[in-house]
């Protein structure tokens, strides 16, 4: 079994930054997709940002330029730096990994649907005030 512990969340205002954590631990495989999702009070969950295992990242378009996905493979660490956060970024954010046997094919995690993803973390809350 995989676990996802995400921290990092809080309340910021207009402009603020936060870093969020992903930490993984059990049985992993090489190859994987890794997100982050949000949920809002009301709206669907979304990606927001994806990851794979050669470091392939795909973006949102309402957060590119602004948030940046990254991992240390060391540490089994999953990070999402945000930047110059606005109040639509609040939300409950998750993260989520698939993971699989064989080969990273190109734009494998950018394609891959929420459904696909069957470990998730228990999220993280980040509050924008404007």
């Known amino acids: 079994q995989v676990r996802l512990v995400e921290s990092g969340g809080g309340s910021v205002q207009s402009g603020g930054s936060l870093r969020l954590s992903c930490a993984a631990s059990?049985?992993?495989?090489?190859?994987?997709?890794m997100g982050w999702f949000r949920q809002a009070p009301g709206k669907e969950r979304e990606g927001v940002a994806v990851?794979?295992?050669?470091?392939?990242?795909s973006y949102v378009d309402s957060v590119k330029g602004r948030f940046t996905i990254s991992q240390d493979n060391a540490k089994n660490t999953l990070y999402l730096q945000m930047n110059t956060l606005k109040p639509e970024d609040t939300a409950m954010y998750y993260c989520a990994a698939k993971y699989w046997v064989g080969l990273v094919v190109a734009g494998t995690c950018t394609g891959a649907a929420i459904t696909e993803y069957n470990y998730w973390g228990q999220g993280t809350q980040v509050t924008v005030s404007s």
């Open positions: 990851i794979d295992s050669v470091g392939s990242t």
């Open positions: 059990g049985y992993t495989y090489s190859s994987y997709c």
